[in-house]
């Protein structure tokens, strides 16, 4: 959490932050009500905290050990359907770590 702060320009929150144990996954659920005891007070930075936030939760999630096994698993099944469509197109959790 401290990179990213210090990474756009909220440095001085750093402490702040420690203070109330927010890690990156929990500043995409926090209130602007909530932003605001942080100290983080301008839209602009909260936008930018949460995207920044957003990629790191991001990035975590696909370097996952869990999340490249099921990657290795999925890609063999679909070599080994023939020519098979699959009819399943509800988005999930690990469509965000293919590119």
Not at 88 to 95: F, I
């Amino acid at each position: 959490m401290d990179t990213i702060l210090e990474f756009i320009d909220l440095g001085s929150l750093v402490e702040k932050f420690a203070e109330n144990k927010v890690n990156p996954s929990d500043v995409l659920t926090l209130t602007d009500e909530e932003f605001g005891v942080l100290g983080v007070h301008r839209i602009w930075d909260r936008a930018r905290l949460r995207s920044k936030c957003r990629k790191s939760v991001q990035e975590n999630l696909c370097a996952s050990p869990v999340v490249q096994r099921i990657r290795q698993m999925q890609s063999g099944r679909k070599r080994n359907k023939s020519a098979a469509v699959e009819t399943n197109t509800k988005p999930d959790v690990l469509s965000l770590c293919w590119v």
